[in-house]
């Protein structure tokens, strides 16, 4: 047994009977990088950054279309979008948390691990990290010391960057059908994380007039509980758009735990919408492929785990 698991079995059992302790307050012992990441996530700002919950798998319909069928494993996801907090711990290790070849793997993907021909593409110390991660004076999110942005998701991350942070946290990205089937709260197809009502500024983070407005990406879960996901994902529609595995390919047939790992050069997939887009990029059925090597102050992730 993973000796986080062990935790996760002492934590529950210590808590037992407690009506006040949070369904996702448990996972966060599954996380191994988050001993210096301070609990300042959340609406109230006082949950863990590092909090996941369970996801319970089945089938479903990607995109909401009969002619997607999908199945799904159980995975864990992260609740939060990863965060500058949580990053800078990958950062003030680099090069050294760069991946070894395999890792960050999906255990029913083949081949769907780190490739060493994609170390080109990180950046080759922690200088050009760090400078890598200013892709915006207006809307960048990092700071080289902690400057009250340890909250926010961390954006200009690079597909490359994103994946390897993942497998740097025993992690790994998540798949976009793992991606559209917790947004869409599995087989209940929804319209948006939180359901079907239409997109207001009390459930996302999205519509800022970026070509006239500086707007501060706020803190994850600003908009928590209300534009929360079934299983208890923040910001998955708004916020920032997030990197998933898979090349971004027309989507064919019946998927059993797929992922598409063949370039059809359209770049990489990236779901779930902005702070600087239109509400229409907020549904779940909205999707969109990017250059991997491009890093965008629109663009964030979250990680996933097996179970």
């Not at 070894?100 to 110390?125: C, E, I, N, R, T």
């Not at 991350?157 to 992690?171: I, M, Q, T, V």
């Not at 708004?238 to 790992?261: K, T």
């Amino acid at each position: 047994m993973h000796w986080s698991r062990l935790l996760v079995g002492i934590a529950t059992s210590l808590v037992a009977g407690s009506a006040c302790i949070p369904d996702v307050e448990p996972d966060v012992f599954v996380l191994p990088r988050c001993d210096q990441v301070a609990p300042a996530c959340g609406p109230e700002e006082k949950e863990s950054c590092c909090a996941e919950s369970k996801v319970v798998g089945g089938t479903f319909d990607r995109l909401n279309d009969a002619a997607f069928p999908a199945t799904v494993a159980d995975f864990r996801l992260d609740r939060f979008e990863v965060t500058v907090g949580r990053f800078r711990q990958f950062v003030a290790g680099y090069p050294a948390t760069r991946p070894k070849a395999g890792a960050g793997a999906h255990p029913l993907a083949k081949d769907g691990g780190w490739d060493p021909a994609w170390d080109s593409s990180l950046p080759a110390g922690q200088e050009e990290l760090r400078a890598s991660l200013e892709c915006d004076a207006n809307f960048r999110t990092w700071t080289d010391e902690p400057a009250g942005n340890e909250a926010v998701p961390i954006n200009c991350a690079s597909w490359y960057l994103a994946f390897a942070f993942c497998a740097w946290d025993e992690g790994r990205l998540p798949t976009e059908a793992e991606w559209n089937y917790a947004a869409a709260g599995g087989n209940e197809h929804r319209e948006y994380p939180w359901g079907a009502a239409a997109p207001s500024q009390d459930l996302a983070v999205f519509e800022c007039e970026t070509t006239t407005t500086v707007c501060p990406v706020p803190h994850v879960g600003s908009k928590s509980p209300a534009g929360d996901s079934k299983y208890g994902q923040a910001d998955m529609a708004g916020s920032l758009f997030e990197w998933v595995l898979d090349y971004h390919v027309p989507l064919s047939g019946n998927c059993d735990n797929c992922a598409a790992l063949e370039d059809g050069d359209l770049g990489r997939d990236a779901r779930g919408g902005a702070f600087s887009h239109t509400a229409e990029t907020l549904s779940t059925t909205f999707r969109v492929g990017e250059l991997p090597e491009r890093r965008l102050s629109f663009y964030g992730f979250r990680c996933a785990r097996d179970e």
